[in-house]
């Protein structure tokens, strides 16, 4: 859907006028020293958020029918996936399906970007393998021996 932007100004000068355009286009309030405001109708919010679930819900059975396919989509949509070892890969397409589903279904979406966030940034670290090697390997430090976290 197309996003006109307008300033908050406009919308307290020309309320009538701001909320007409609503009819058309979602409409993206610029406001200064803080965050824009969006305003959208309800019933395409509705929709939207039922098309994401949607979307969650074929992706993890596309994941739990055909895991390749989803590993092959989720590398062409994310370079970095690359960088993962193929575990990773896995546990990144299982994550990635679950916050989407649990997002979706309480309408909710920040967990989503926090997941490709960190898996982001754990791609980075595999992408140099010094750093790589700095964060796997042995920590000289006083104490007793952690045990290896169950997945």
């Known amino acids: 859907m197309k996003v006109v932007e307008r300033p908050f100004s406009e919308f307290l000068r020309r309320p009538n006028d701001v909320v007409a355009e609503l009819a058309n286009h979602d409409v993206l309030l610029r406001r200064r020293n803080a965050p824009a405001l969006r305003l959208s109708r309800a ?4 929709d939207r958020r039922e098309a994401l679930e949607a979307t969650a819900r074929l992706l993890r059975t596309l994941a739990s029918h055909s895991p390749e ?7 062409e949509a994310y370079a970095w996936v690359d960088f993962l070892p193929e575990s990773a890969r896995d546990r990144f397409a299982k994550e990635l399906t679950r916050a989407l589903l649990a997002a979706a279904s ?14 982001k ?16 390997g042995p920590l000289e430090a006083v104490g007793g021996i952690v045990a290896v976290p169950a997945d």
Do not use: C, F, G, M
């Open 69 to 75: 396919a989803l590993a092959a989509a989720l590398a």
């Open 121 to 136: 940034a754990t791609a980075e670290i595999y992408a140099d393998p010094e750093l790589t090697r700095q964060l796997t």
């Open 43 to 46: 019933d395409q919010h509705i």
């Open 106 to 119: 309480i309408d909710v979406y920040k967990s989503v970007a926090q997941v490709v966030h960190e898996w």
